[in-house]
């Protein structure tokens, strides 16, 4: 059975940082590329940032580029997402994702599991 089970959201104002944190079971976790969504009240779920199955490549939504950060560690079975100088309209619930295949991704279709998601609310 795939999980994907998401942590690390909180309440931050703006300006500050939160790290999120994947933990995924039931997929070889290096073989799949990794990427990171939000869904804002009354809005679509948006691409926030994906990362290739070895780490080399990433790729971020334009709006939160030079402020957030993903990476992966293999040996853990972990995807990161660390987020720097919040802004109110970072609040969303953010979701993981996993594809099979190596590269990045950026479409909600192209991935096959998801995580359940962890709220993040970043207050003015």
């Known amino acids: 059975q795939v999980q994907l089970v998401e942590s690390g959201g909180g309440l931050v104002q703006a300006g500050g940082s939160l790290r999120l944190s994947c933990a995924a079971s039931g997929i070889t976790f290096s073989n799949y590329a990794m990427g990171w969504f939000r869904r804002a009240p009354e809005k679509e779920r948006e691409f926030v940032a994906a990362?290739?199955?070895?780490?080399?490549?990433?790729y971020y939504a334009d709006s939160v580029k030079g402020r957030f950060t993903i990476s992966r560690d293999n040996a853990k079975n972990a995807v990161y997402l660390q987020m720097n100088s919040l802004k109110p309209e970072d609040t969303a619930v953010y979701y993981c994702?996993?594809?099979?295949?190596?590269?990045?991704?950026?479409?909600?279709?192209?991935?096959?599991?998801w995580g359940q998601g962890t709220q993040v609310t970043v207050s003015s």
């Open positions: 994702a996993a594809k099979l295949g190596g590269s990045v991704f950026k479409r909600p279709s192209e991935y096959e599991y």
């Open positions: 990362i290739s199955w070895s780490g080399g490549i990433t």
